[in-house]
């Protein structure tokens, strides 16, 4: 793991929402993907947030959620990790609790590159472990 970097591992062209997607289109979005959560990006791309399963299930559980955007029940200034960061570097200072962790620019924090997603870093780990007990 102190090999691997993200940029080896990472999914690209991730789908993402926007922050005015309305919550109800988030719920079907999510149920048609299979996917758990999806970065959030503004009318620029930039990245604003995260959003999960949870955060619009807890939304649904407040009450009417039919008025809200993803905006208002997403995580803002989720935790990232960097193309050159290797997955260690990023599980000791993030954590394994995490489903998926958004890729930025070193440079420019806003501009998403992919998504570091908890299958790649077990898929990795696998062929790691597979690799070296040929």
Do not use: W
């Not at 690209?12 to 979005?29: G, H, I, Y």
């Not at 990790?81 to 958004?102: A, F, K, N, S």
């Amino acid at each position: 793991m102190k090999e691997i970097t993200v940029s080896r591992i990472m999914t690209r062209n991730f789908p993402t929402v926007t922050d005015t997607m309305p919550v109800q289109e988030l719920s079907d979005k999510l149920k048609k993907s299979g996917h758990h959560g999806f970065p959030v990006v503004d009318q620029n791309g930039e990245l604003t947030g995260v959003v999960t399963v949870t955060d619009l299930v807890s939304a649904m559980q407040r009450g009417s959620a039919e008025n809200l955007k993803v905006a208002d029940i997403a995580t803002r200034n989720p935790k990232v990790c960097y193309p050159g960061q290797t997955l260690h570097d990023v599980m000791v200072r993030i954590g394994t609790d995490v489903g998926r962790i958004p890729v930025v620019d070193k440079d420019n924090p806003k501009k998403l590159l992919g998504v570091l997603r908890r299958h790649n870093i077990v898929d990795a780990y696998t062929r790691s472990i597979t690799s070296r007990d040929k």
